[in-house]
C-alpha cells in the first residue's frame, strides 16, 4: 500500500515541523516520552485533505434503537473549496460502518485509514465559490462511556422508574466516535440540523431550538429536529433522551432583553429542578457584567439532565449534579450555596463555544478562562475576599507536573492531571495581581471576548492581545506558565540587617512584579533575574509572598545557608 507508506512518512513530517516550530524545541522536551500515532495524526494534523475544504452546514439525521444500542442514518454536507482538491478527509471511528458516500447522484469511492476517511471525489473541484453537499449513509454500534464525560461515548441508562436514558459526551474522543464529519477543531459548521427518530415514549433533547416534533406514520415512532443557528463545535453536539419533561423562563439582560431559558429534566426531578435552577438568572448578570450577553441568543440558554456529570454542550448544556450544591455536594466553602457544574458549564458557553481553540493542545483557553469565572461569579455575588478564598480552595490541585500547553497538530489530550484547569486560573489571577489595576484588567478581558466572540483563537492570539492591551511585553509571562511545569521562584537571602532577592524561571526574559509580606508591611516589588534589595530592614525568614494574589514559589535562605 504505498500510498499508505507516504502518508505516514508526510503525517511524521509535518509532525515535526509543528512541534519544532510552533511549539519551541525545550517546551517539546517535556513531551519527549510521547507517542504519537499515525491516528493521532489524522485526527490533530491539517493536511492538504482536509485545508482544502470549508465545512457550512450540516444536516444529521439518525434512528436510535435503543434495544440494540445502535444508531442509523446518513450525514449531509455543505461544503466550499477552498483549494482545487481531488480528495478529502471525513473521519469516523472505524467501529462505525460507511454504507455509502453520495455526491450528485453518483457513489463516491473511499480509502478507510484508522478512523479517517479519504473520499475521492468525482472531479477535481475547483475553488470556485459553488456550495456542494456529500451525503455519507452509515451505522452501527458507536463507542460506549466507561465514564462520561471524562472518557467519550453513549451512556445507555435506566432512570430510577428503569426506563430509558441516554447521553452522549465527547469532547476530546471527538464527534466523530458517532458520526461522520470534518473532526477538526479548526472548521466549525455555521448552522447545523439534528433530526434523532427514536420510540415516541420517549424524548429528545439537543442543541439550539426544538423546530419540530413529529409522530410518524407508523405511529410507535417520533422525529425531533433540533436547529442551531451559531456556528458550533462538532463535540459540542449531543443528543439527550429520556422521559423528559420542559419548563422555562426568562433572562432579561442589563438592556432589557430577554433571553429565553429551557429546561428539560426527568419528570420526577421536575419540582427540585424549578427551585435549584434559579440561580441561572444570578450567573448570567454576572458574566454579561464582566464579558457581555450570553452569545447564542437566538438559540437560547438550556439546561438537559443527563446521566453523566455535565458537559459545556453548546445552548444545551448537559446537568447531571443532582441537584446538589458545589460539585456533587463539595468543592466549594461551606458557607456557599452555588452549582458548581451550571457555573462551571455555562462558563464554557464564552470560553469554549463562543472562543473557541483549533487545536486540543490549547484547551487551557477553554478551561483556564472556565475556571477563573467560576470566581468571578463568587466576586460578582459575594465580594472579591470570597473570590480570593475560592480560588485558595484551587490551589491544592496545582500539580505543576507538565505544560498547560500541549503539542500542537496530534490530537493531544494526556495533560499531567487538570492544571490547565486550576493552574491556569491562577495563572490568570496572578496576572491581575501583576497588572495591579482592576479596570485594566478586567477591561482586557472584555474587550478580547468581544473583539473575538464566536471565532477560533490561538495561545499566540491572546498572548499578543493581552500584550497590546496592556502595554507590556506579556511573552515571559505566559511561557513560564503555559510552557514549562514549574511556576516562577522568588529566592530571597539574608545580607546583614537587608534582604536580596532575585525570580528565577525557566524563561531567562520573565520579570514580574510580586507582592511580598513581611510581617504586617506588604511590599510589592518589580523581581528580574538579578539580586536586588528589599527596602527596608527584613528578616528572611518573615516574608512570604501574597498567595492570594500570586502563583509564585518562594525560597529562603539565611545567612547560615
Known sequence: MPGFLNLRFYVTGLLLFLAVTLSGQDHQDYFNHHHFSLADTLRGALRPERTSFDVTYYELHLEVNTNERSIEGRVEMDYLVLEPTSRIQLDLYRNMQVDSIMQGGRMLAYDRVEDAIFVDLPNRQQSDGVLRRMTI???????????????????????????TWIGVACEGAGASLWWPNKDHLSDEPDSMLVSVTVPKRLYVASNGNLREEVELDNRYQKRYDWFVSYPINNYNISLNIGSYVHFSDTYKSFDGEELALDYYVLDYNEEIAREQFKQVDKMLAAYEHYFGKYPFWEDGYALIETPYLGMEHQSGIAYGNRYMRGYLGGLIPRDMDWDYIIIHETGHEYFGNSISVADHAEMWIHESFTTYMEALYVEYRYGEADARRYL??????????????????????????????????????????????????????????????????????????????????????????????????????????????????????????????SGNRSLRVEATPDWQKLPGKNKVKELRIDDERFLVDLELYSEED
Open 137 to 163: 449513509y452509515y451505522g452501527g454500534r458507536p463507542t460506549e462511556a466507561k465514564n462520561a464525560p471524562w472518557d467519550g461515548g453513549f451512556v445507555w441508562k435506566l432512570d430510577k422508574k428503569d426506563r
Open 392 to 517: 485558595m480552595t484551587q490551589r491544592p490541585f496545582i500539580k505543576n507536573e507538565g505544560p498547560m500547553l500541549g503539542p500542537l497538530g496530534v490530537n493531544f489530550q494526556d495533560f499531567a492531571g487538570s492544571d490547565h484547569y486550576y493552574k491556569g486560573a491562577w495563572m490568570l489571577h496572578t496576572l491581575r495581581g501583576v497588572i495591579n489595576d482592576d479596570a485594566l484588567f478586567f477591561g482586557m478581558l472584555r474587550s478580547f471576548y468581544q473583539d473575538n466572540i464566536r471565532s477560533i483563537v490561538s495561545t499566540e492570539q491572546v498572548v499578543d492581545y493581552f500584550s497590546q492591551y496592556t502595554k507590556r511585553d506579556l511573552r515571559p509571562f505566559f511561557n513560564q506558565y503555559l510552557r514549562h511545569p514549574n511556576v516562577p521562584v522568588v529566592e530571597v537571602r539574608q545580607n546583614g540587617n537587608t534582604a536580596e532577592y532575585r525570580l528565577v524561571a525557566d524563561d531567562a526574559a520573565l520579570t514580574m512584579p510580586v507582592q511580598l509580606i
